[in-house]
């Protein structure tokens, strides 16, 4: 490997930027690619593509017949939990099964206890504050589940600002709607509020706080695996 190709990767990895090594299996050629890269063949785009949304090396046939291997640097995965309530229990677990980072977000205290989250990183900020502090990257999630517009919206107005690959926010429809119009009045443009997912969660007819979390994670994998058009 170049010295210089070795820099570009470990220059994303300090970035948290996803990256892809592809290899030329017969000519040892090499190339160090972005997810939002548009300047090589179609073909391999979408092998980086599928490589970083699967966290799976691979090899890929060019067009000509050309093996190449495809080899992913990904960051760790994250999700932020901003309210620690009922919801937040089962998520977090659920979550760290599926090989997130987890933190939960909460001023409060008596809600965000290590008896409540065990094994997961608890932080007492304002959710703006964390959020800043956390830094979040494409290969964040954000959830906000407190129901409190003086907690959810300034982790949305952070959320929306990063390259976070998923935001949701807890809520019906009409509190849905309320928040879109808080967002518009505070200066975000309708592109940047669609990017939340609210209600949050896949559409399963979940009731309990179990269930609510599983719909929730199922809309959080599919953001992460599934293709975007």
């Known amino acids: 490997m170049k010295q210089e ?3 570009r990767i470990l220059s994303a990895q300090a970035a948290k930027q996803p990256i892809v090594l592809a290899s030329n299996l017969e000519t040892n050629e090499q190339l160090t690619l972005m997810q939002d890269q548009t300047d090589q063949p179609d073909w391999m785009l979408a092998a980086v593509g599928a490589a970083i949304r699967s966290d799976k090396s691979r090899v890929t046939e060019a067009p000509d017949g050309i093996p190449w291997f495809f080899n992913v640097f990904n960051p760790p995965l994250r999700l932020i939990i ?5 919801i937040a229990q089962p998520l977090a677990r659920m979550g760290l099964e599926a090989g997130y980072d987890v933190s939960v977000v909460d001023p409060r205290e008596s809600f965000a206890s290590p008896e409540r989250f065990p094994n997961v ?3 007492s900020e304002w959710p703006d504050e964390a959020l ?3 830094e979040l990257d494409a290969r964040t999630a954000v959830v906000t589940l407190t129901h409190d517009p003086k907690l959810d919206d300034p982790a949305l107005h952070v959320a929306l600002k ?3 690959f998923y935001i949701g926010a807890l809520g019906s429809k009409k509190t849905q709607a309320a928040r879109q119009q808080r967002l518009t009045d505070a200066g975000f443009a309708d592109a940047e509020i669609a ?6 969660g896949l559409n399963i007819g979940a009731k309990s706080p179990a269930e609510i979390a599983i719909s929730i994670l199922a809309e959080v994998t599919q953001a992460l695996r599934q293709e975007h058009s």
């Not at 901003?82 to 009922?86: D, E, L, R």
């Not at 990017?195 to 949050?200: A, E, H, K, L, Q």
């Open 5 to 7: 190709t070795l820099k």
């Open 82 to 86: 901003v309210g620690a309530v009922h």
């Open 121 to 123: 990183a608890l932080i």
């Open 132 to 134: 800043q502090n956390l």
């Open 162 to 164: 990063s390259a976070a």
């Open 195 to 200: 990017r939340i997912c609210g209600p949050v």
